[in-house]
Each structure stands twice: as structure tokens, then as C-alpha cells.
């Protein structure tokens, strides 16, 4: 059976290029009998680590690769039809931008396993380091870049095709052999055996790309001048037929419409993952157009698997899949001792501080959970994140830590997370087990208007070379495919966002769904528009456009440009001095790929909460002198009367959490007295618990309209502070661990199933068989399973809850003791739902005087002004 391996495959990833998933294209290659496949994006490596993933899974061994668009050496000469040097010839299209996409290209394909990989994120982070952010110019490499970067790497790093769009692909297309031989001579010399020539038939006439004449040319070139040729088909989707998906994406990124009296403009459509029986029959066909024998076709079939088998890198040692890559200790206070005994030394200092030292239960809890981290080898992580946090306080910002990360008694020790995770009985289990062999994810809250200061303390105290902000890939919905389709059709704007605005926000594989079960769609005559379902429904879920994740930061050592590419964004760090900026660098992977990738991701919450009360601090502190801490009991103590007063009151409007009038509503019926009695408010109200009638019965309980009731005496422990009502993630875990016998470890994993309907069985038949072995009756059994699994729709993390609940409290202690420093920094930070006429009235109502502007006193943001002694 012969064989065949694509050299030249574009994804999705690919913006507005690609057809196909990565996903898609190695089923399809395991389908037609392909051991390897190659994907060579345009522009990057962002589909990557989910094509490494695809591939473990179907068995085909991942090559890597990257097409770029390269400039010609200085002082050369471009071929016909290029752009001279690095100048970007810019023609108008519909829209008035401006779009070229005239550089020549050429494909890097990665070998010499990680010096490869490290290649490539060199080079795809040298082109876009030269694009400008928001230029809609295509990234270019300089030839002094790619120069640079080949003489700086590994010899042999990377083994380079140059095709059809390359210069010297461009000459031997206008016929220009002896202007070709000129063009290949640098790339030559830089690249000698390395170097390789790509021959493409796409069956078109004439000599332009994917032509039979082009690639017999190129093919009879390669043979004269001795230089190695492969065979490819320059793949942009998995199947047949899948053409006009091709000439959708080339119209949305060139922004005209498909001519549909070009044949030549439009995709030829022979681009997909051809098997090895066709490609071989296109090898033969153009060794015969180029006068060439049989043994031409067969060497190039050989050359072509000799490439592939060359161009080898691990994922594991590439990429860095399955292995964690922390900043080195010493850049955390661990020069001299190992990360382990650093935590447990901060830890221990902790417990003296904070007054737990005497307290055996607590020293137990600590040393349970630094268990956990060392098992791991989490311990650099947990210093990182330290650091980070203790960077943030000393500028002054208040940063406190959300998620199952405020379960952690280690990050309540190191300073992360503000609550005592024993006395609030929360569990390191929903947060981080022995059994999840995942990287923790413990984000933090901000002030929101100083965030971008604490992404420059990152950069500052770990450098560029580890630290970067994390991609958001924004994909194709129905909405948007609808827009670029009908624009390729050449359909009228209006009538095109006029259908598109009648789609609700779903998914564009779902489009014909929609249309004949949405009664807002059923007057849309779907047949009146033709093909342009198909086409809507190809582009589901392709990347469109990369963005910024909106709070990621990605920390690693020092070899992070080694296993990433790096692009500039629009954002922009602040300088200290306050002149501009400096344009905040982004890996090109996302929020998943890089936890695949074994690199820290810290979520950096910009909350305006945090503004809104560091400006009222602030105001007190400048008014009375009076320096107020919001996180020091001794100020703001936990029981405070005034506090739950006004909270009892509903007088809750700015904050936080509880302004809204349904959680008004459930305030005054919930009554709180206690900071457990928030957290139960804070989780109580949301969807889930709303529709399963949690509230009702929760209320009644709690106030003695009704006695508390539990599925059996065991539970009554993990549920008496919710009066027998299942609220908590936490809950789930001690009511799975107390009825099998497992650990928290297991049951955390069992409730992690209960989200995923096809696996909900396999839990339920562990579950019942383990309880039923433990002597409890089957009516015990089957009803907490029936709660258990019904919890799976609306149960809430209480770590989270907590870490909710402290700067609700803190918000209504400010209001309470401090109304106009309060409404001060609610109307200059405008944290919540209500206007600020609103805010002004509520203000009025509650005593607090509203001075008019003053141009002599008014400032940019609002400020209390002490008028009287009292």
C-alpha cells in the first residue's frame, strides 16, 4: 500500500483560511490509512496543541509547521507579482480598508524535535513582531529576522518548502527560470539541504499557482539545479466538496465579494486530504507534463516521506504537554531552599500571624494540603501566585483571591484568600486532590481601574521572556457566518443583517435548526436563499479572529518564547512615568491549550467593587484622616450590627452581590445575621436553585416554619447548616464520601461526573453498589441519589460563595458607617446595575447631602466634603 504524508495542511486556525478543524483533518488523515500528517498554519501555531491531542488519540504521528510571509533579502528583487522589499502595496476594497496579501510565502516545517519547535515560535513571533497592532496588513519576516533567527537556533531546526507563492515559485510562474535560480540562491545559502521545493497541481490551466504546468515547471527545476523536491497539495479542508467554504473565508478576509465570472479567482477545489492512491497519480501526472520517467514521480513520492520522516518533535518535549513549567523559585524567595520548604516555611509563619499556631486542627489542615501540593510538585505555583498578590498589596491596590482557590488554608496562610476556609468548613478537595493531576486554577479580584498596573508589577517582577497574556480564539456563530456569507454572495447589506439580526445568539451548525423550530424565524423563507445554509452551517465553530483573553496572564520560566509565539496586541502596559505604553505581548494559545501545556494561568479580575471601595477608603483617609482597612476585623469586625441592619433592611442598593431587586427580595426573606447566612444568600440566588425550589423550603427551615430533614442521620453533619437543603459542591463531596466510603479525593472526581449526562450512570451504579455494601437501605440510597444527581443542574462552590460574600459585607459596612464615601466611589467607579440618578436619589433618601458642581472644589472623580462638625 503506498504512502503519503501532507506537508502543507492549513486548519481553521488559519483566520479566514482554513476550512477545516485540526480535529477533523487527523480523523480524516487516520481514515485514509495516513500515519503522519503535517499542520503548517498560516500566521502561527495556535491550533497546535488540540492537532497534537487529535493526533495522539487517532494514532497519526503530528508534524509541525508555520506558512509565513517572508520579504526578499535587502537590495533583491522580488518576483512578478510581489511587493517590493517590506513595502506593502495597499489597494482599496469595499469597506474602505485596506488588505494585501501580496508578500511571497513559504512553509517552516519544525525537526530536530524541541530546537524546532523553539524555530518556529521564533519565527511567527519575529513576523508579528514587525505587524504594527490593528495594521490589516498580513504578518511578515523580515529577511534579516529570519536570518537572525536560523544563525541563533539549531542547525537543521527547521526544514523550509518554497511553493507556488514564493518568489521563486513566482518567477518559475512568469516564466523565469534564470530569475528563479537568483531568488533561490539565499535560501540556499541559509538553508542548503534543508531547503526544499513544493510541487502543487490543482489541475488549473495556465501557469499560475496550483496549475499542471507550474508544478511540472517547478518539478523539472528542482531536478536541473539539484535542489530536493516534495509533493503536497497545499490542504485548506478535510473533504470534497468543501470549495465555496474556501471562497467564503478568501471573500470575509479580502472583504469583496466571490467573482463568480473568475473561475480562476475562486477555489479550484481539489484541496482536501487527498489519500496516498491520488496523490501518487499526481505525482505521475507531473513528472509526464515535465518530460520526466516514472522513477521522477516514484523519487518524489520518496522525497516527500523522506521530509516527513526528518521532521520529528514531541509533543511531550516540544510543546511541553504534560510537564508544568513554573517561574524558577529563586524569583520567588526559594535562591537557596527548595520551593517545598519555602511554602511551608511561609505557611507556618502564617499560622503564627494569624493567630492559629495553637490550634492542632489547623496544623493538620495545613499539613493535609502541603501533602497535596508536594505530591504534585505544586509548590512554585502556589509561591508564584504569593507573589503576585503581595505585589499587588504593596502598590496599594486591594487583590483578594475568588473560586475553589478560597477553599485552600495554604493560600488563606500565604495571604491569596481572605477567609478562614476551617471555620467557614470549606474542602481543599473541591480545589485540588491527590486524584486531579491538573494544574489548580486560583484567580484573583482586582480594582479594576488599576488592573493594568498589576500586569506591569508581573511583567516587572518575572520579565518578558516568562510572562504573557493568553489568546481567546473568537469563532464563527450563526450570526456572524450569516454576515460573511451573505457578503460573499454579493447579497444586499441590509437584507443580510436583516436575517442575521433575526438568528439568536446560537451556534451556526444549528441554523436550519433554528429556522424551522424558532417561531421569531419561521417567516424567513429559507429557500429563497439557496446554498447558503451549507455554507452557514461549514463555518460553525471556526476561528475567526484571535483576541485578548480579558484577564489571563500566562507565567512560565524562561523557556516560554521556546514553546510559544508572542504577538504584540492593541493593549497596552502603562509606563510608570505615565507616558504612554507599551503594547502588552499574547501567546497564541488559549486558556486550555495552555493548562495542557503545563504553564501557570492566573485569571487577574478587573472588579470595580474593589475600585468603588478603595475610593471610598480613600476619601475617608483624605477627609478625616482616618486611614480605614476593610480587611482588618479589628475595624471592620465580622458581626457588626449596623452591618446586618442595613442588610436586613434591603437597603442594599450599590452592594455587592445583593443590589439586585430579586436579591433584594430574598434579603428581606432570608433575614441574614450571620457571614454564613450571606454566603447561603450569594448561592442561593441563581437560576438553579430558583427553578428546583431550593429557596422555599431553605427559608422556612431556617426561620422554624418547618423542621430540617435529612436523607439519613449520617448526613446531618455535612448538612446542618443548610437545614438538610443540598446547596454546596462542598456538601455533594462529604455526602458521596460518608454513604461509599471513599476518600474526598474520589467523590470530588464522582461529582465532577454528575455534569456529563453520558456518564451519569457509570456514577450512579458506583454510587448505589457502594452505599448498598455499607448496610444502607435501598429508599435511603435511591433518594440521595436522586438529590445527589439532581444537585448536578444548580449546586454552587462555596469557596466561592465565601469569597463573594467578604467584600459584599465590606460594601454594606461602608455604607452603613460611611454613606458618602460609599456613594463617592459607586458613582466614580460605577461597580453595579443602577444609574447614577438612582444612586443620587438613594443617597438624598438616606441623609447624605448631594453638593452641586463647584469649579473651584469639583474634581474628575467624586469626593465627600466635610460642611459641618458632625
Known amino acids: 500500500m503506498p504512502r503519503f504524508t501532507h506537508l502543507h495542511t492549513a486548519s481553521g486556525f488559519s483566520l479566514r483560511y482554513g476550512a477545516a478543524h485540526p480535529e477533523r483533518l487527523v480523523e480524516r488523515a487516520a481514515e485514509r490509512g495516513m500515519d503522519a500528517l503535517a499542520l503548517t498554519d498560516r500566521d502561527g501555531l495556535a491550533g497546535a496543541v488540540r492537532f497534537a491531542k487529535a493526533a495522539a488519540a487517532a494514532g497519526v504521528r503530528p508534524l509541525f509547521g508555520t506558512e509565513l510571509a517572508v ?70 519576516l523580515t529577511w534579516a529576522a529570519l536570518t537572525e533567527a536560523v544563525r541563533a537556533g539549531a542547525p537543521d531546526a527547521v526544514t523550509v518548502l518554497l511553493g507556488p507563492d514564493s518568489d521563486p ?20 545559502e541559509l538553508f542548503g539541504d534543508a531547503l526544499r521545493l513544493e510541487v502543487v497541481d490543482h489541475g488549473r490551466t495556465g501557469t499560475g499557482p496550483g496549475s499542471l504546468r507550474l508544478a511540472a515547471r517547478t518539478l523539472g527545476f528542482a531536478v536541473e539545479h ?10 485548506r479542508y478535510a473533504d470534497p466538496g468543501q470549495g465555496p467554504v474556501s471562497d467564503v473565508l478568501d471573500s470575509a478576509r479580502r472583504l469583496v465579494p466571490v467573482d463568480r465570472h473568475r473561475p480562476e479567482a475562486r477555489d479550484s477545489g481539489e484541496r482536501w486530504l487527498k489519500d496516498a492512491h491520488t496523490m501518487a497519480r499526481t505525482a505521475e501526472r507531473v513528472a509526464e507534463a515535465a518530460g520526466l520517467g516514472p522513477g521522477t514521480a516514484r523519487r518524489l513520492l520518496e522525497m516527500t516521506e523522506e521530509t516527513a520522516a526528518r521532521c520529528r518533535v514531541d509533543p511531550e518535549d516540544g510543546l511541553g504537554l504534560g510537564t508544568v513549567h513554573f ?88 495571604g491569596i484568600a481572605h477567609a478562614d476556609p476551617v471555620e467557614q468548613h470549606l474542602l481543599m478537595e473541591r480545589f485540588l486532590s491527590k486524584r486531579r493531576a491538573v494544574l489548580p486554577d486560583i484567580d484573583i479580584d482586582v480594582e479594576s481601574a488599576r488592573r493594568l498596573e498589576v500586569y506591569r508589577a508581573i511583567f516587572d517582577r518575572f520579565g518578558t521572556e516568562r510572562v504573557a497574556t493568553v489568546a481567546m480564539p473568537e469563532t464563527y456563530r450563526v450570526r456572524h457566518a450569516v454576515r460573511d456569507v451573505g457578503a460573499a454572495l454579493g447579497m444586499d447589506p441590509a437584507e443580510v443583517d436583516r436575517l442575521a439580526k433575526a438568528f439568536p445568539h446560537i451556534r451556526a451548525r444549528d441554523a436550519r435548526a433554528a429556522l424551522a423550530e424558532l417561531p421569531e ?21 471556526l476561528p475567526r479572529g484571535m ?34 505604553g507599551s503594547p502588552l505581548p499574547m501567546a497564541q494559545f488559549d486558556k486550555d491549550d495552555v493548562e495542557e501545556m503545563g504553564l501557570l494561568k492566573l485569571d ?48 442594599t442598593l450599590g452592594c455587592f452581590q445583593i443590589e439586585s431587586p430579586g436579591q433584594r427580595d430574598l434579603v428581606g426573606r432570608l ?25 422555599r423550603p431553605f427559608i422556612e427551615a431556617r426561620h422554624g416554619r418547618r423542621p430540617a430533614r435529612y436523607p439519613h442521620p449520617d448526613l446531618e453533619e455535612p448538612l446542618r447548616e443548610t437545614y438538610g437543603v443540598v446547596v454546596f459542591h462542598e456538601q455533594v463531596i462529604e455526602i458521596l464520601r460518608i454513604m461509599t466510603g471513599c476518600d474526598r479525593g474520589e467523590a470530588d472526581e464522582k461529582r465532577r461526573a454528575l455534569s456529563k449526562p453520558e456518564i451519569q450512570g457509570q456514577v450512579r451504579a458506583w454510587f448505589t453498589g457502594r452505599a448498598a455494601r455499607r448496610g444502607y437501605a435501598p429508599e435511603v440510597v435511591e433518594r440521595t441519589w436522586e438529590i445527589v444527581e439532581a444537585f448536578g443542574s444548580y449546586g454552587f462552590c462555596k469557596a466561592h460563595a465565601v469569597a463573594f460574600a467578604v467584600p459584599t459585607y465590606q460594601s454594606a459596612w461602608l455604607k452603613a458607617h460611611h454613606p458618602a464615601a460609599f456613594y463617592a466611589g459607586l458613582l466614580t467607579h460605577d461597580p453595579g446595575m443602577y444609574p447614577k440618578r438612582l444612586l443620587l436619589a438613594d443617597a438624598r433618601r438616606r441623609g447624605v447631602p448631594v453638593l452641586p458642581l463647584d469649579v473651584n472644589r469639583s474634581a474628575v472623580a467624586h469626593r465627600i466634603e466635610l460642611v459641618s462638625g458632625s
Open 521 to 541: 424565524l419561521r417567516g424567513v423563507d429559507a429557500e429563497k436563499y439557496g446554498p447558503m445554509w451549507d455554507l452557514v452551517e461549514a463555518l460553525d465553530a
Open 327 to 414: 517561574p524558577e523559585p529563586r524569583l520567588v524567595g526559594a535562591a537557596r531552599r527548595t520551593a517545598g520548604r519555602v511554602l511551608r516555611s511561609r505557611c507556618a509563619a502564617g499560622m503564627v500571624l494569624r493567630g492559629y499556631d495553637r490550634r492542632r486542627k489547623y496544623w493538620e489542615r495545613m499539613d493535609h494540603e502541603l501533602d497535596i501540593i508536594e505530591h504534585h510538585g505544586f509548590a512554585s505555583y502556589f509561591l508564584t501566585v504569593a507573589q503576585v498578590v503581595q505585589d499587588t498589596r504593596e502598590l496599594g491596590i486591594r487583590v483578594t483571591a475568588r473560586g475553589s482557590g478560597a477553599g485552600s488554608l495554604v493560600n488563606h496562610l500565604l
Open 169 to 188: 515559485g513566482r518567477a518559475l510562474a512568469a516564466g523565469r527560470p534564470d530569475r528563479a535560480a537568483r531568488l533561490l540562491t539565499p535560501w540556499r
Open 547 to 580: 483576541a485578548m483573553h480579558p484577564c489571563g496572564v500566562l507565567l512560565s520560566d524562561a523557556s516560554l518564547l521556546a514553546r510559544t509565539p508572542v504577538v504584540p496586541t492593541r493593549s497596552e502596559i502603562p509606563h510608570r512615568d505615565g507616558e504612554g
Open 71 to 140: 520579504a526578499p533579502p535587502e537590495g533583491g528583487h522580488p518576483a512578478p507579482g510581489a511587493a517590493p522589499g517590506t513595502a506593502r502595496r495597499r489597494g482599496p476594497v469595499r469597506g474602505g480598508a485596506f488588505i494585501d496579501e501580496s508578500a511571497a510565502r513559504a512553509v517552516f516545517l519544525a525537526r530536530d524535535g524541541a530546537a524546532g519547535w523553539a524555530m518556529l515560535c521564533r519565527l511567527v513571533t519575529a513576523a508579528h513582531a514587525a505587524t504594527l497592532p490593528g495594521d490589516t496588513t498580513r504578518p511578515v
Open 604 to 651: 487577574v479580575l478587573g472588579v470595580r467593587m474593589q475600585s468603588a471601595m478603595a475610593h471610598a477608603t480613600a476619601e475617608i483617609g483624605r477627609a478625616t484622616g482616618r486611614t480605614v482597612d476593610l480587611d482588618d476585623p479589628a475595624q471592620v469586625p465580622p458581626g457588626d450590627p449596623a452591618t446586618y441592619g442595613l442588610i436586613r433592611s434591603t437597603e
Open 671 to 695: 433575614q441574614p445575621a450571620t457571614f454564613h447566612d450571606l454566603v447561603v444568600d450569594i448561592s442561593l440566588f441563581r437560576p438553579g436553585p430558583v427553578s428546583a425550589d431550593m429557596v
Open 226 to 235: 539539484g535542489v530536493r523536491a516534495v509533493l503536497t497539495n497545499a490542504v
